[in-house]
């Protein structure tokens, strides 16, 4: 098998993965449909192609590389370290399986199906303050909505959503190699702020008053079979996997209807649209479009061989879009068959999204409130897009909301 490091690849700068406005998706869709591999000028390999992408999420041989970053940024120890340690991306094996047996219950299917009526609160809460026509729908809706749900999940105050959106942003941001060297001292702010929060707000609740997943963890902790750093960690993946990705993923999808009237017209007419109308967002917009894996050991890439401690970043964005696999991927058609091929938004193999179920839950309440209430969505003003190298958000979208009559 040839080694990745003596091919002869194209060479793309870091300003291709942008994405800034979809960027991303003009220069790397037409790349994707040559290339199944490029390499990263100074980095490492870009996989483009749906069976390397596949390939690399599925590797037992890679781990996370974040926290070699901050170590070789001198930071060995404290909340960020100890957060990027425990995280359940960082972890593999039987420590692994048995970290995600432990909330496995509070972000599965039964527990989101549990929580619908709870989502609908608090949409019905979110959405009647709109009172205006036009509204930035991030803060007004995207923001508070999983901020809100994910303290219900954890058994937090739902008043201190507010507070668990922030640290979300920037703790989640730990997780980017390049957030991480660019804002390390607000990621370290945010997650000594969370960790303080923890420990004193948190975890002097009584065991036997808690809810969510601190009704689970504090007997274990209050028992001695789980330490309260590892459960602190826990809560942190949770909050952190559950608040960005789910606000960013919302906001794309009212971005995407509000550029496609006639899909919009579908869910206003017939509802039973919106488990496909949330498969297909989640296939044409991932809002993980890059994820970072470091090889651990040499590693067999789909044929190719990968040399240890190689930076691989698996291209979710072009496999979701693999014309191979599904027809028209480049349009976006919630009436389309896509077959029973699975998008990677939510990853794959042993670190596939734990709270998939609960993900697709709250954008399928998400889209039932809005069409129940709007018959027509549009732009009134141009989206402001984070950067897609962790979690590819919108920090605005200003939308003008027409109700039904």
């Known amino acids: 098998m040839p080694r990745i490091d003596t091919l002869d690849l194209p060479v793309i700068g870091l300003d291709a993965l942008d994405g800034r406005a979809g960027s991303h998706h003009e220069v790397l869709d037409p790349l994707a449909r040559d290339h199944p591999v490029v390499r990263i000028e100074g980095l490492g390999y870009l996989l483009l ?19 070699a970053l901050l170590e070789l940024q001198g930071v060995t120890e404290g909340p960020v370290h100890h957060y990027l340690a425990g995280n359940l991306l960082s972890l593999s094996g039987e420590e692994h399986r048995a970290q995600r047996r432990r909330v496995s219950g509070a ?49 937090a105050p739902v008043s201190d959503a507010g507070r668990l959106g922030e640290w979300a942003y920037w703790i989640q941001a730990a997780l980017d190699p390049l ?33 969510g997943l601190l009704a689970d963890l504090l007997p274990e902790v209050a028992a001695g079979d789980l330490d309260a750093a590892d459960a602190a960690s826990l809560i942190s993946s949770v909050l952190v996997g559950g608040v960005d990705t789910t606000q960013a993923q919302l906001a794309h999808a009212v971005r995407l209807f509000a550029t496609h009237p006639g899909q919009w017209e579908l869910l206003v ?16 917009e991932p809002i ?22 190689t930076l691989l970043i698996a291209c979710t964005a072009t ?37 998939h179920a609960l993900a697709r839950a709250e954008l399928e309440e998400a889209l039932s409130a809005l069409a129940h209430r709007f018959a027509h969505i549009e732009l009134a003003g141009e989206p402001v897009f984070d950067t897609p190298s962790g979690v590819y958000g919108l920090l605005e979208l200003p939308v003008r909301l027409h109700p039904r009559r």
Not at 125 to 146: H, I, M
């Open 319 to 355: 496999a979701n879009r693999d014309p191979g696999t599904y027809d028209r991927p480049e349009v976006f058609d919630i009436t389309a068959d896509r077959g029973d091929a699975g998008h990677f938004t939510f990853g794959a193999g042993a670190h596939f999204c734990i709270g």
């Open 179 to 211: 957030q991480l060297a660019v804002h390390l001292d607000e990621i370290q702010t945010a997650a000594a702020g969370f960790d303080v929060y923890v420990r004193e707000e948190l975890f002097t609740i009584e065991p036997s008053v808690a809810t």
């Open 288 to 309: 993980t479009p890059f994820t970072a894996r470091l090889t651990t050991a040499e590693l067999d890439l789909d044929g190719i061989t990968v040399p240890q401690g």
């Open 107 to 155: 972000l599965g299917p039964a527990r989101a199906q549990a929580l619908r009526p709870t989502m609908r609160r608090h949409l019905a809460d979110l959405l009647g303050a709109v009172t205006s026509p036009e509204v930035e729908f991030v803060s007004a809706v995207a923001k508070p909505y999983p901020a809100r749900m994910i303290a219900e999940i954890v058994g």
């Open 49 to 67: 192609a749906r069976r390397a992408v596949d390939a690399a999420l599925r590797a037992r041989d890679t781990s996370m590389p974040a926290l």
């Open 269 to 284: 007419d017939d509802p039973a649209w919106i488990p496909a109308a949330v498969a297909e967002v989640l296939r044409f």
